[in-house]
C-alpha cells in the first residue's frame, strides 16, 4: 500500500464553520506534511511532522490548527477562514524525516466563502 | 530573489521534439533535488531524483550543477501524455527542524499531436 488518502476531496465552508480535513498512510512513514497549493502556483508547506511531533510550522494563521493523533494520521482543523484560504490542501508523507521522497495525496479542494 | 526558480513557459512543443527545462536555486544548503510532474487538478507525483553524475530514465535525463545551482531536465521523443507541469523541488535540510522541500513555480508543457 503506497497510498495517502486525504477526505473530503471537497470542502465548502463559511467563516463561522469549523471543519477538518484528513489524512491518512499505512506505509509506517514518520513524516507528514501539509501543503497549500493555489491555482497555478506551487504548493507551499505549511506544517511539518516528525515522528507524531510538529517540526516545522511555516507562519501559518492560527485559523489553521494541525494535528497528528498517531503516526499513521493527519488532521487540519479550520476555523473562520478567509476566502484567500481557497486552495488545493494537500498531504504528504515520507518514511523518515530526513528522506527524499515523498507520497501525495490527491488533495481536498476548499472553498471558502 | 526566489529560492527555486523556472522557465516560466508554457512550451508548446510537437510529438517527438526534444524538450528541455531549466531550474535554479539560491540556498546553498540545498541538499537534494528532484523533477515532480503534475497534471491538472492532481497532486504532485515525483518523476525522478536528480543526482550530481547525471541520471538519465526512459526519455528523461536530468542533470545537477552544484558549483552553477542549477538543475536541468531533457524530455527526448515527447508524447502527448508528456503534457504536464514540471515542478523542480529542493530540499533544504533546516538542522533544528527538519527538512523542507521547496517548490519552483513550475513551467507547463504541452505536446501538440
Known amino acids: 500500500d503506497t497510498e495517502v488518502?486525504?477526505?473530503p476531496k471537497h470542502l465548502v465552508m463559511g467563516m463561522t464553520n469549523k471543519?477538518?480535513?484528513?489524512?491518512?498512510?499505512?506505509m509506517g512513514h514518520r513524516?507528514?506534511?501539509?501543503?497549500?497549493?493555489?491555482?497555478?502556483?506551487?504548493p507551499e508547506l505549511m506544517f511539518v511532522y516528525s515522528y507524531e511531533k510538529l517540526s516545522i510550522n511555516e507562519s501559518v494563521p492560527s485559523r489553521f490548527s494541525?494535528?497528528?493523533?498517531?503516526?499513521?494520521?493527519?488532521?487540519?482543523?479550520?476555523?473562520?477562514?478567509?476566502?484567500?484560504?481557497?486552495?488545493?490542501?494537500?498531504?504528504?508523507?515520507?518514511?523518515?524525516p530526513g528522506a527524499d521522497t515523498q507520497y501525495f495525496g490527491p488533495g481536498t479542494r476548499l472553498t471558502a466563502l | 530573489r526566489?529560492?527555486?526558480?523556472?522557465?516560466p513557459g508554457p512550451f508548446n512543443v510537437p510529438?517527438?521534439?526534444?524538450?528541455?527545462?531549466?531550474c535554479t536555486y539560491s540556498n546553498s544548503a540545498s541538499q537534494s533535488f528532484f523533477?515532480?510532474?503534475?497534471?491538472?487538478?492532481?497532486?504532485?507525483?515525483?518523476?525522478?531524483?536528480?543526482y550530481s553524475s547525471g541520471n538519465e530514465d526512459g526519455r528523461f535525463t536530468a542533470q545537477l550543477n552544484r558549483a552553477s545551482q542549477y538543475i536541468s531536465l531533457l524530455i527526448r521523443d515527447s508524447k502527448l501524455s508528456d503534457s504536464a507541469?514540471?515542478?523542480?523541488?529542493?530540499?533544504?535540510?533546516?538542522?533544528?527542524?527538519?527538512?523542507?522541500?521547496?517548490?519552483g513555480p513550475g513551467t507547463r508543457l504541452s505536446v501538440l499531436p
Open chain 1, 31 to 42: 513524516a507528514m506534511y501539509w501543503y497549500k497549493q493555489k491555482a497555478k502556483k506551487p
Open chain 1, 66 to 96: 494541525p494535528e497528528c493523533p498517531n503516526s499513521s494520521l493527519l488532521n487540519l482543523h479550520l476555523h473562520a477562514l478567509q476566502p484567500e484560504d481557497s486552495a488545493l490542501y494537500l498531504c504528504a508523507s515520507s518514511q523518515e
Open chain 2, 15 to 22: 510529438e517527438g521534439a526534444t524538450v528541455a527545462f531549466n
Open chain 1, 5 to 7: 488518502t486525504q477526505t
Open chain 2, 85 to 103: 507541469t514540471y515542478l523542480c523541488v529542493v530540499k533544504i535540510w533546516l538542522y533544528f527542524y527538519g527538512q523542507n522541500f521547496v517548490f
Open chain 2, 35 to 50: 523533477w515532480y510532474r503534475q497534471d491538472c487538478r492532481k497532486e504532485p507525483k515525483l518523476l525522478m531524483s536528480v
Open chain 1, 19 to 26: 471543519k477538518s480535513l484528513k489524512c491518512e498512510q499505512h
Open chain 2, 2 to 7: 526566489k529560492e527555486v526558480e523556472q522557465d
